[in-house]
């Protein structure tokens, strides 16, 4: 295999192109290698009580949009208040790691 030499037609070309992978190498190499799951512990206070959480407080909760906080609304309506955070895994669309996420941002209370 032969080398061809690259030859750019200004010298400033070859400096933006090596400035441009400079740049590419130091982004990629800054990013972690595997993904890191953040818990934030907040108070029991100002968690979010998913027995009587309205859809727009819901929608706060990390991995919870429009169609699941309805979702969470209608259970609630037909199987009475949450005594669990567990209790989500009864929801369509909601698994364990969406629980474990939800963990120390939501509370059940029997109101």
Do not use: K, N, Y
């Amino acid at each position: 295999m032969s080398r061809v030499p690259v030859r750019f037609a200004r010298p400033s070309q070859a400096s933006v192109v090596a400035l441009a992978l400079a740049i590419g190498c130091v982004a990629v190499a800054g990013l972690p290698r595997e993904p890191r799951v953040v818990h934030r512990i907040v108070p029991e206070a100002r968690r979010i009580d998913l027995s009587r959480a309205s859809l727009g407080e819901l929608c706060l909760l990390e991995g919870i949009g429009p169609a699941l906080a309805a979702r969470i609304v209608a259970h609630r309506e037909v199987h009475g208040p949450f005594h669990s955070v567990d209790e989500l895994g009864d929801i369509e669309g909601i698994g364990e790691a969406t629980i474990e996420a939800l963990r120390d941002a939501a509370r059940a209370s029997t109101p």
